[in-house]
């Protein structure tokens, strides 16, 4: 079934931009995936999905130029259609008189960086979808926390919320810090079958997060979840039984690296006996610290076993309201922040 207005796309490109305020981490996650592989999707591997060429500056061969020019191509409404990707959050580069936050290649003309926010500004009116790759191009993440001076934000904070592509796919974000491999390539698959006409459109949630992936909390899907029922908590780490006293936000916290593992169905946070610090939320990280300590709630919960149910329940769903919301300041819904709507200089090829 395809999505009513999308005309199927036989090849296409993934541009994908590392150079928003970024570790890397998320590409390097992706390399990990399985469920499908990179191998899988750009070597033609999976039926049904349009031919894929993947530039992504960690696993291209080509540097420079020639790995700049099919971003030059797409900036002028040229080349394949396109699926943006972008890696990192986003900083406000009119928040200070001089000097830039982020930036890939330079422009020839001006022999200047060109910034990571030009690109976006070029680049978003033409891409058929743009995907944020983990927590940080979501929702800004760690480099977002209060004090930064970058003033930097998610892809949804700076095209805004209810932005769409032309072909009228919304953002799509898949958090984590860094995105679960397999989360990520799953997500891409998804929408390469929209692209091919063989899928409707995808179902995102109201942080435009999968819904099929981040629909259920950690905890529900925990393997450590029969020891929280029978109120056996770890008092250290190395103890099988339930961590949330050592600090784990599984409860509230929409995530299935508890189920799906982190590769290839192995390992993943509370598997290995490695608390949840929340990295999936929107509110991370400033709302889940100081990591270490016993979330709030948690006591609550662990004294109150016997009577557990609704009360909790409800006590839970508010905390993962607040959770879900990002905290005050970097919060522009409804107030779209691009730097320079529709009217940034041409970007030109560099050399
Ligand atoms: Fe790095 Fe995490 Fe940000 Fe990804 S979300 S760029 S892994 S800090
Ligand atoms: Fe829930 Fe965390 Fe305990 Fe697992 S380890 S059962 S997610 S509180
Ligand atoms: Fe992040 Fe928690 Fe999921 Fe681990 S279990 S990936 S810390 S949200």
Not at 53 to 77: I, M, S, T, V
Not at 117 to 129: F, Q, S
Not at 268 to 288: H, L, R, S
Request: proline share 9%; aromatic share 8%; with cysteine.
């Amino acid at each position: 079934m395809s999505s009513p207005g999308l005309e199927p796309i036989p090849e296409i490109d993934i541009l994908w931009i590392t150079a928003g305020l970024s570790c890397d981490g998320d590409t390097i996650a992706m390399t990990g995936a399985t469920q499908p592989s990179v191998e899988d999707i750009v070597l033609g591997g999976l039926p049904g999905i349009p031919k894929v060429n993947l530039h992504n500056p960690f696993l291209a061969r080509e540097n420079g130029d020639e790995f700049l020019k099919p971003f030059y191509q797409a900036a002028d409404g040229q080349g394949s259609p396109f699926i943006l990707v972008i890696e990192g959050s986003i900083p406000n580069e009119n928040n200070k008189s001089e000097g830039y936050w982020a930036s890939l290649g330079t422009d020839d003309k001006t022999g200047q960086p060109i910034t990571t926010c030009e690109w976006i500004d070029r680049l978003a009116p033409h891409a058929w979808a743009i995907v944020a790759a983990g927590t940080c191009a979501a929702y800004g993440g760690i480099h977002a926390m209060a004090g930064n001076p970058t003033d930097c934000m998610g892809l949804p904070d700076y095209l805004g919320w209810d932005w769409k592509s032309r072909a009228g796919v919304p953002i799509v974000c898949v958090p984590g810090c860094p995105v679960q491999p397999d989360n990520f390539t799953e997500t891409l698959l998804y929408l390469l079958y929209v692209a091919a006409g063989h899928a409707p459109k995808i179902p995102l949630d109201d942080q435009l997060r999968p819904t099929w992936l981040f629909g259920s909390t950690l905890h529900e899907g925990c393997d450590r979840g029969g020891y929280y029922e029978q109120a056996q908590f770890a008092e250290q780490y190395g103890d099988r039984t339930c961590i949330v006293k050592l600090g784990c936000w599984g409860p509230v916290v929409q995530c299935n690296v508890g189920k799906r593992g982190w590769m290839a169905g192995i390992g993943g946070c509370p598997n290995v006996g490695g608390i949840c610090i929340g990295c999936t939320m929107p509110g991370f990280p400033d709302k889940f610290m100081p990591f270490m300590n016993q979330p709030p709630g948690s006591l609550l919960s662990s004294n109150a076993i016997a009577s557990y149910g609704a009360t909790i329940r409800a006590l839970r769903r508010f905390s993962q309201s607040s959770m879900n919301k990002e905290p005050a300041w970097r919060n522009r819904r409804g107030k779209q922040a691009t730097q320079s709507p529709g009217s940034p200089p041409p970007v030109s090829e560099g050399h």
